[in-house]
């Protein structure tokens, strides 16, 4: 018969001689036989109850626990299913606790403000480091330069998605109109003139109707914000000019555009 000594099983099975002493000790593992010598030897029973006890031990069973379950007179196939089981209902409090993490972990990042490589991963060429250190240089000491930061320094991830969506939903109107061959002064027009500022209020900075005019002149006098609106569709950018500037006629305005400001809350998408 083969038999193995102490430190033999120690390697073998990954546990130390100390917990073998200590097995040995309580009754929970006694080796079955001895050398002539008077050392303990381990039979191949011996290591069949040694596995079961480790299983059990990494399912974290009090030994005491262990030795019932041992000595209760089940055989090694029915341990097997109850380890199985029990691992398995471990398996789905596991399953169960990542999901629990993940979720948190989830609402723990969407709680973070949006990093300049989330607003890339939105916007695209909407939105660069060089047009956003530009834009504060121009008008980083107006009240609207400061209302828009404090407004969005908090912004996730998932708000400048929102606002993305916005603002697709407002020049989506402005094309709608412009593709059924609605003047700028159309009702449709302007109803999308409105939408815009009020998104750009709501989003940013408070807007009035004059102020308004100041952006929409912007969108013709700077290259950069006629090509966002051209290559949404062809003049385009001369077509929201126009329903701005109708809209706030609409609304009595006194036609001058407010300029201090101009483009505080377009930093980000030079589309909005």
């Known amino acids: 018969m083969t038999t193995w000594t102490v430190g033999q099983?120690?390697?073998?099975?990954?546990?130390?001689?100390?917990?073998?002493?200590?097995?040995?000790?309580?009754?929970?593992?006694?080796?079955?036989?001895r050398s002539r010598a008077g050392y303990r030897l381990y039979t191949e029973g011996d290591l069949q109850r040694l596995q079961q006890v480790v299983v059990y031990?990494?399912?974290?069973?009090?030994?005491?626990?262990?030795?019932?379950?041992?000595?209760?007179?089940?055989?090694?196939?029915?341990?097997?299913?109850?380890?199985?089981?029990?691992?398995?209902?471990?398996?789905?409090?596991?399953?169960?606790?990542?999901?629990?993490?993940?979720?948190?972990?989830?609402?723990?990042?969407?709680?973070q403000p949006a990093t300049p490589e989330d607003l890339k991963e939105l916007f695209g060429d909407g939105f660069?480091?060089?047009?956003?250190?530009?834009?504060?240089?121009?008008?980083?000491?107006?009240?609207?330069?400061?209302?828009s930061a404090g407004r969005t320094k908090g912004y996730t991830k998932a708000d400048w998605a929102e606002v993305k969506a916005e603002a697709d939903a407002v020049n989506a109107a402005f094309v709608a109109a412009q593709s059924a061959g609605e003047p700028p002064t159309g009702q449709a027009a302007m109803?999308?003139?409105?939408?815009?500022?009020?998104?750009?209020?709501?989003?940013?900075?408070?807007?009035?109707?004059?102020?308004?005019?100041?952006?929409?002149?912007?969108?013709?006098?700077?290259?950069?914000?006629?090509?966002?609106?051209?290559?949404?569709?062809?003049?385009?950018?001369?077509?929201?000019h126009d329903a701005i500037h109708a809209n706030a006629d609409r609304h009595g305005s006194n036609g001058r555009p407010d300029r201090p400001g101009d483009g505080a809350g377009e930093r980000e998408t030079k589309g909005t």
């Open 128 to 147: 660069s480091d060089e047009y956003q250190q530009e834009a504060e240089q121009r008008w980083g000491e107006t009240d609207a330069w400061k209302q």
């Open 191 to 240: 109803d999308a003139a409105e939408q815009h500022r009020l998104h750009i209020q709501e989003r940013f900075y408070d807007l009035t109707h004059d102020f308004h005019r100041g952006l929409a002149d912007m969108y013709v006098a700077d290259p950069r914000f006629t090509k966002t609106y051209e290559d949404i569709a062809p003049g385009l950018a001369a077509y929201v």
């Open 57 to 111: 031990r990494r399912l974290e069973l009090p030994l005491e626990e262990i030795a019932t379950l041992l000595d209760g007179g089940e055989d090694a196939a029915d341990h097997l299913r109850r380890q199985r089981a029990t691992v398995m209902s471990r398996l789905d409090e596991l399953r169960e606790l990542v999901t629990a993490i993940d979720r948190a972990l989830e609402r723990e990042m969407n709680d």
């Open 9 to 33: 099983v120690a390697e073998l099975v990954g546990v130390t001689v100390r917990t073998l002493h200590h097995y040995d000790e309580i009754g929970l593992l006694v080796p079955s036989e």
